[in-house]
């Protein structure tokens, strides 16, 4: 039976037991009405009516099980439904929506699928004089370039979006109804209101079918086209895979969404235009640029994609790594750049004049969510080498607002470096986390972040997410109360924001890598009194080479120290007063270190020379604790191979991370045989010869050279688990190892 619109139907509805969604009639058995109808059957919800012009499709529908009953739009079936999904043509809701409007009551749903939903409302005003409260317009964003019935796929819209528009009188009930049934064909609903949702799909959707639609054909009609097509490869078929859609249905789509897609077309060609220019002048700066922030921006789409994605879980092979005492190392060596450093310099880079070359940096580990942030915020970054980048700076204010929030991830290093830089900005922006990162208190930061001005609004004191929004820049003072090296990166950075000038005293005194960094890109920094004044001025782009891993550093000279036959040569040592002090402690009980001159920022940078020595028993006190915190778990290494008793004051009294590391190297001190004493906060290491065994380093790289450098000379084999991150940290470890004689074996 025919009705006036065309449709084929069947007469009679055969009584059905209610299902969760009742009877829903799917008009269009396309690909999407299809999909729609076979998602809701196989999963039981709802007894489904097809209607449809084409005759075929309607009984391929029926007999491939897609719906339940053919139907036609009269009374007889309208009038029974509690939801209809129009799944036609947008051009042709207009007279689907006429002859319906008769049978239709408030209490039928009527929802359709169209990809516009401007001319969908508009369609709706004219046949009914306005928007029927019960009259709710969505859109699935799932497809695929095949259409009719027999493209139905039941899991089209599992993972995906689908988008609900709305209006001011919509039904609420009936509202909540579209969501529920949105997300039980497995979609993940969000709300838009009208006008923003044809924007974002002409963007995102819209004109990029007509980009290849309009590529493929003028192709097709060039001189070459034969050759073109013949040697096309992977990255033609991506690209043009969805000029193989529906045309009538895309014809109607432009017609219909004309306005938006004309506007997102304008702003698409004044790139293209520009484009052109920069190739014809040859500027590579530019092209590379756009290229960089291009990727950028499909990497955030397809980590965004792959969070909607169920996938299989990465599995993480413990890692383990046995060393074999009577080992001696013998060599000249430089080290891979510090990763502190690595992360300071791209930053600093990054927000300087002009381009940077930054050699000898380490890209492993989270130094890399650092590089990705700039390069969400416009800065071109190119990786010449493995260990060289060219970095294209776009000055203190120059960042561009990220299309998303900043995600730091697990790094620590990361977010300490950028919330001050997206604090100085000119746009507002989002900081999250993941992790350990999360929910963790981070108010020492945050009130440095305040001092510059802007509103820092958290949902939970303190603590990551955080929204950043601009304010009046205030001149920054800072006095830092802790040794942390983060805060200290964090408040020089703070104060280059000042208008005048800021004022950085830190907790510790000493020569440090960070304000000698900052004076290679041009800052000025001047000594005031305990502290720093931070002349506010440009950075300029500069070339550098980053000196190596201070830590690394520290664990060799600790290994050359300990191992009879030891010659060891570091080429570029970079120390700080930090390390030069504690390398001097280690010398007055007995190490062979000779140290690099001092340059003219204050650093000792140059070639280390360390070979073995006996070592003395040794005394800290609660200052000296404090200010050895990083090494302390190689100090009590060096007190176990000592002879005599070493004593360290006030280890309770360290920031309870560190505390904890030092505590976990005592208890593998004990599993080792060696005599330790921990009252009141002071640790008591008797000295003797550890006699190996199975250790764990809980995951903590610094724990992990430690109990490395403790097996150095054992009795017996030592074995240190879950040593994952100590391979991610210091990626070379196996390679250095082996160029200096170290006998460690690496198992997964």
Known sequence: MTGESGFQASVDVAPQEKKKFGNVMIIGLGMIGGSFAKALKERGLATLYGVDRREGELTLGVSTGVIDHPAELSAEFVSKMDIIILATPVRAMESVLSEIKPFLSKNILVTDVGSTKG?????????????????????????????????????????????????????????????????????DVVSMDVEHHDHVLASSSHLPHLLAYTLVDALANGERSQDVFKFAAGGFRDFTRIASSDPVMWRDVFMANKDATLATLDHFTDRLADMRTAIAQGDGASMFGVFTRAKSARDHFLRLLEQRTIGSVKEVCPVSISVLPASSIKGDISLLGDKSLSHKAITIAALSAGMSEIKNVDLTGDVRITMQAFRDMGVVIEEVTADHLRVHGVGLRGLKAPIAPINVHQSRDSLYLLLPILAGQSFSASVVAEGKLLNRSMDDLFSLVRKMGGEVVSEVADCLPVDLSPGVPLNVSVDLTSGSERLRMAAFLAALYSPVEGCVTPFLSGVCHDEVLLRHFGVTILDHGVGFKVVAAPLIGTDIVLSGDEYEVAWLVVLASLLPGSELSIKNAGLDSAMFAFLSFFQSIGADISMPPQDEFGLYEGVLHAGFSELKAFSLTSQQSYQFRDELPLLCVVAAYSVGESRMQGVGSLPYHYEDRVLALVDALRQMKIVCHYINGELVIEGGLPQG???????????????????????????????????????????????????????Q
Do not use: Y
């Open 119 to 187: 001319s969908v409302v508009d369609a709706v005003r004219r046949v009914f004089s306005e928007v029927p409260p019960n009259f709710i317009p969505s859109h699935p964003i799932a497809g695929a370039e095949k259409s009719g019935v027999l493209a139905s796929n039941s899991l089209l819209f599992e993972k995906h979006m689908a988008i609900v528009t709305p209006l001011p009188d919509s039904n609420p009930v009936l509202l909540d109804r579209l969501h529920r049934l949105w997300r039980a064909v497995g979609a």
């Open 693 to 747: 065994g199975e250790l764990d380093c809980a995951g903590d790289d610094r724990l992990a050279l430690a109990m490395l450098a403790l097996g150095a000379r054992s009795q017996s084999v030592t074995k240190i688990n879950d040593c994952q991150k100590l391979l991610e940290e210091f990626n070379e470890l196996e390679s250095v190892a082996m160029q200096l004689g170290f006998h460690c074996l690496v198992t």
